[in-house]
């Protein structure tokens, strides 16, 4: 059974950068690995997601040219950098995996989750 966990989120001023940080251990065989956020009183969804096999990397609208995902040689930690933040980037990011390849993600795919990072963004 494959755990994960965030570390890296922080309150930081608008027009500053932040790097996520996500930490795999056991079965790390994904199709999918990415990061989800839920802002109060919003849905969940899927902020960046990457692909085994040359699938192209997911970006939501919003984050396209800000945040940029990668992983380690290793395949072990994923990271989320953030630049640019917004107010509108509050959000508890999670990072998440699912075994296949979910494309577009589909959140009800993804059987593995993290407890996720707090990200506060002030104006």
């Known amino acids: 059974q494959a755990q994960l966990m965030e570390s890296g989120g922080d309150s930081v001023t608008a027009g500053e950068s932040l790097r996520l940080s996500c930490t795999a251990s056991g079965n790390t065989k994904w199709g999918s690995w990415g990061w989800f956020r839920q802002a109060p009183g919003k849905e969940r969804e899927a902020v960046a997601v990457m692909y085994v096999g040359g699938f192209d990397t997911y970006y939501v609208d919003s984050v396209e040219g800000r945040f940029t995902v990668a992983q380690d040689n290793a395949k072990t930690t994923l990271y989320l950098q953030m630049n640019d933040l917004s107010p509108e980037d509050t959000a508890m990011y999670v990072c998440?995996?699912?075994?296949?390849?979910?494309?577009?993600?589909?959140?009800?795919?993804?059987?593995?989750w993290g407890q996720g990072t707090q990200v506060t963004v002030s104006s």
């Open positions: 998440a995996a699912a075994e296949a390849i979910v494309s577009p993600p589909d959140l009800s795919y993804f059987s593995y």
